[in-house]
Nanobody, 115 residues
Framework: QVHLVESGGGLVQPGGSLSLSCAAS????????MGWYRQAPGKERELVAS???????NYSNSVKGRFTISRENAKNTVYLQMNSLKPEDTAVYYC?????????WGQGTQVTVSI
């Protein structure tokens, strides 16, 4: 069993910042890629950012330059620093971890950007 627990979501005003974290625990082998997805109401789930075990990152165009993904391999933890937040960033954010060809998902954390 692998468990991913996200934290750090909440309500923030436009232009503000939030930091998300996600810790993996359980029967961990070697975690390869980790990432963050989001799903807004009425929309499909989309990739926000991903990072390989070697630190190579990838971002969706909508967040490039505003969000930063990072990870601490020793802690099996991935982070997402979100700056210059916009109302369209409002969504449930999910972290993922790829372990032995299986993608595990966290339970999600709500991020709301509103006045």
């Amino acid at each position: 069993q692998v468990h991913l627990v996200e934290s750090g979501g909440g309500l923030v005003q436009p232009g503000g910042s939030l930091s998300l974290s996600c810790a993996a625990s359980g029967s961990l082998l070697s975690i390869r890629g980790m990432g963050w997805y989001r799903q807004a109401p009425g929309k499909e789930r989309e990739l926000v950012a991903s990072i390989t075990s070697g630190g190579v990152t990838n971002y969706s165009n909508s967040v490039k330059g505003r969000f930063t993904i990072s990870r601490e391999n020793a802690k099996n933890t991935v982070y997402l620093q979100m700056n210059s937040l916009k109302p369209e960033d409002t969504a449930v954010y999910y972290c993922t971890a790829d372990i032995h060809f299986v993608r595990y998902w966290g339970q999600g954390t709500q991020v709301t950007v509103s006045i």
